[in-house]
């Protein structure tokens, strides 16, 4: 309530009845207790009210003044001199008026000494009025300057965060550039995985037609051992005929029957033609057997040359697969990359590019081997083999070395996804309307968080809601798990648009329920917040909560399509 007061110890009371000028007065009074711009508008109408009550009691008195004199006018008649002597019936009837007016005019003087008194004291107030209304009014031009530095200290803070936006952006243009460039280098890379794949397809062919190769050799050497046996088996059985001769021959030496010159021409022409058989075969024998030995001696050089193939094309599949794995982790990084980690630098983009010369010159080598061996020439040497065993050893450096690479850019991808979920909000929206009757508070369908532990947050939540009763108010809170710390605010419309149009309130543990006591309107929507920061102790789930004041059909609470919520990871 506002008091006046003399500024110093004064001698004397104020006296109602002298007027004093407004410079004067302020010199010698103060006003203490601040009025509100309301209470200086209700100010302003009773000033206006006593005003206009003075203007009646105004009117009033100079209606009473104009009888006043009326009656003077009379009274200097009948005491003047120079008229007729009244008769005694009008001198008592004059007297009487006399009287009768005489108690009026007393009457009238008392209430004019009352309505000038009356009019003193409300001139007092109204000049107190006054001066409470001027103090008001510098009241309000001070909080108008303060108004002016705060929209001046918000236009900076919105500058400054203008050019952190610009700042990001510029980060984000950077990263850009770099998955540009990564996705040059993965399109590189595949088209080099597409090639060493088609040369593992022709490879692993070369192999399957020197596998065929060695199996028709295998086969004609199973022949060839067969014909080796029919023709050791015709030798037995010559040397046994030539012995049989021999005996014969012996048989004559030693004094038997001479035969005859038939006989002994017979047996004569019988012993060529199986010398010359026996001639033919042997050579014959000689032929496969030298054939027989060097197909063995092919078969087995032949043999170890597959051998070494296949154990390399088993090596570069696996090769391959590494480098396809590396292709896959790539691609990942290349989808994955938004934030502000460095991408690879040039110089390991050079030398995966060396890598795969290297390999695509060692595979073509290879190539060649293997389609000489195919083709029937000489097989590999053992240098060639040691140059082989060295290829392969050249090619787990450069495993080793990708391998490296790869590491390098697993560090680099979980670096720019820490910073991605930094910069980027998990955002949810309610699709369709849910109606919650019942006072107990209600999870809100699709606006659940999942928390980290350790993990840092800010979050909001915007709510569309329409109550079916302006009695019953909109009710919030949010639940969580263990946290280090958690602090939240819920803003929800609850009287009419003014002062009183917003119920706040703090959330300050899981389930603590701010409650607004009414809604404006039962027709319309209207817009509550959520809002708070956090750091989780132990990993669950942020849930909205909301529930009517009432429950039942007549308080029952529409969330409305289009409720929102975000949540980002600050740290």
């Keep these: 309530m506002s008091h006046v007061k003399h500024s110093s110890s004064v001698q004397a009371p104020d006296d109602p009845t002298k007027s004093v000028n407004a410079a004067e007065w302020n010199d010698d009074h103060l006003v203490s207790g601040l009025v509100s711009v309301g209470v200086a508008e209700a100010i302003s109408a009773a000033v206006s009210v006593?005003?206009?009550?003075?203007?009646?009691?105004?009117?009033?008195?100079?209606?009473?003044?104009?009888?006043?004199?009326?009656?003077?006018?009379?009274?200097s008649v009948l005491t003047g001199g120079g008229e007729a002597v009244?008769?005694?019936?009008?001198?008592?009837?004059?007297?009487?008026?006399?009287?009768?007016?005489?108690?009026?005019?007393?009457?009238?003087?008392?209430?004019?000494?009352?309505?000038?008194?009356?009019?003193?004291?409300?001139?007092?107030?109204?000049?107190?009025?006054?001066?409470?209304?001027?103090?008001?009014?510098?009241?309000?031009?001070?909080?108008?300057?303060?108004?002016s530095a705060v929209r001046a200290g918000l236009s900076n803070e919105l500058s400054a965060r203008s050019l952190s936006v610009a700042n990001l952006?510029?980060?984000?243009?950077?990263?850009?550039?770099?998955?540009?460039?990564?996705?040059?280098?993965?399109?590189?890379?595949?088209?080099?995985?597409?090639?060493?794949?088609?040369?593992?397809?022709?490879?692993?062919?070369?192999?399957?037609?020197?596998?065929?190769?060695?199996?028709?050799?295998?086969?004609?050497?199973?022949?060839?051992?067969?014909?080796?046996?029919?023709?050791?088996?015709?030798?037995?059985?010559?040397?046994?005929?030539?012995?049989?001769?021999?005996?014969?021959?012996?048989?004559?030496?030693?004094?038997?029957?001479?035969?005859?010159?038939?006989?002994?021409a017979s047996l004569q022409a019988t012993v060529s033609a199986l010398s010359v058989q026996h001639t033919s075969l042997s050579a014959l024998h000689s032929t496969l057997s030298v054939q027989v030995s060097a197909t063995s001696v092919r078969v087995s050089e032949v043999s170890a040359a597959v051998s070494v193939v296949a154990a390399n094309l088993s090596g570069l599949s696996v090769y391959v697969?590494?480098?396809?794995?590396?292709?896959?982790?790539?691609?990942?990084?290349?989808?994955?990359?938004?934030?502000?980690?460095?991408?690879?630098?040039?110089?390991?983009y050079y030398s995966i590019l060396a890598d795969h010369s290297a390999l695509s010159v060692q595979v073509s080598n290879l190539s060649v081997l293997v389609n000489g061996i195919g083709g029937g020439e000489s097989a590999p040497t053992s240098a060639q083999y040691y140059s082989i065993l060295a290829d392969h050893s050249a090619l787990s450096v450069q495993h080793s070395s990708l391998s490296a690479l790869h590491s390098t850019?697993?560090?680099?991808?979980?670096?720019?996804?820490?910073?991605?979920?930094?910069?980027?909000?998990?955002?949810?929206?309610?699709?369709?309307?849910?109606?919650?009757?019942?006072?107990?508070?209600?999870?809100?369908?699709?606006?659940?968080?999942?928390?980290?532990?350790g993990n840092t947050y800010a979050f909001k939540y915007m709510i569309i809601y329409r109550s079916n009763q302006v009695s019953s108010g909109l009710g919030l809170s949010v639940t969580f798990p263990g946290m280090s710390f958690f602090a939240a605010r819920a803003l929800i419309c609850a009287g009419a648009t003014g002062t009183d149009a917003v119920f706040e309130g703090g959330i300050t543990a899981s389930g603590t329920?701010?409650?607004?006591?009414?809604?404006?309107?039962?027709?319309?929507?209207?817009?509550?917040?959520?809002?708070?920061?956090?750091?989780?102790?132990?990993?669950?789930?942020?849930?909205?909560?909301?529930?009517?004041?009432?429950?039942?059909?007549?308080?029952?609470?529409?969330?409305?399509?289009?409720?929102?919520?975000?949540?980002?990871?600050?740290?």
Excluded at 56 to 73: C, M, Y
Excluded at 323 to 342: K, T
Aim: charged share 5%; proline share 1%; hydrophobic share 45%.
């Design 513 to 571: 329920r701010i409650q607004a006591l009414s809604t404006q309107t039962s027709t319309l929507n209207y817009l509550a917040e959520v809002a708070g920061v956090c750091k989780v102790l132990s990993s669950g789930t942020l849930q909205l909560q909301a529930a009517p004041e009432l429950s039942g059909a007549t308080g029952t609470i529409f969330i409305g399509e289009g409720t929102m919520g975000a949540i980002w990871r600050t740290g």
């Design 409 to 453: 850019l697993s560090v680099q991808v979980s670096a720019l996804s820490a910073q991605m979920t930094s910069l980027m909000a998990t955002k949810g929206v309610v699709k369709g309307s849910q109606i919650i009757s019942t006072s107990a508070l209600t999870n809100v369908s699709g606006m659940a968080f999942s928390v980290g532990a």
């Design 321 to 348: 697969s590494a480098r396809a794995a590396q292709l896959s982790s790539l691609s990942v990084l290349v989808n994955g990359i938004a934030g502000g980690e460095s991408a690879p630098t040039s110089a390991q």
């Design 50 to 75: 006593v005003a206009a009550n003075l203007s009646t009691l105004s009117a009033q008195v100079s209606g009473v003044e104009v009888h006043i004199n009326a009656l003077s006018d009379q009274i």
């Design 86 to 147: 009244p008769t005694s019936a009008q001198f008592i009837s004059l007297e009487a008026n006399v009287s009768a007016l005489s108690v009026e005019l007393s009457a009238e003087r008392a209430a004019r000494a009352a309505l000038s008194a009356t009019v003193s004291t409300n001139a007092t107030v109204v000049s107190a009025l006054s001066v409470a209304v001027s103090v008001v009014q510098a009241n309000v031009s001070t909080l108008s300057v303060e108004v």
């Design 169 to 264: 952006s510029a980060v984000v243009s950077t990263n850009l550039a770099q998955v540009s460039a990564l996705s040059v280098l993965h399109s590189t890379l595949s088209a080099q995985h597409s090639a060493l794949s088609a040369t593992v397809s022709s490879n692993a062919a070369t192999v399957s037609a020197l596998s065929v190769a060695v199996s028709v050799v295998q086969a004609n050497v199973s022949t060839l051992s067969v014909e080796h046996s029919n023709l050791s088996a015709e030798h037995s059985a010559l040397s046994v005929q030539v012995s049989n001769l021999s005996v014969i021959v012996n048989g004559l030496g030693a004094g038997e029957a001479t035969p005859t010159s038939a006989q002994f």
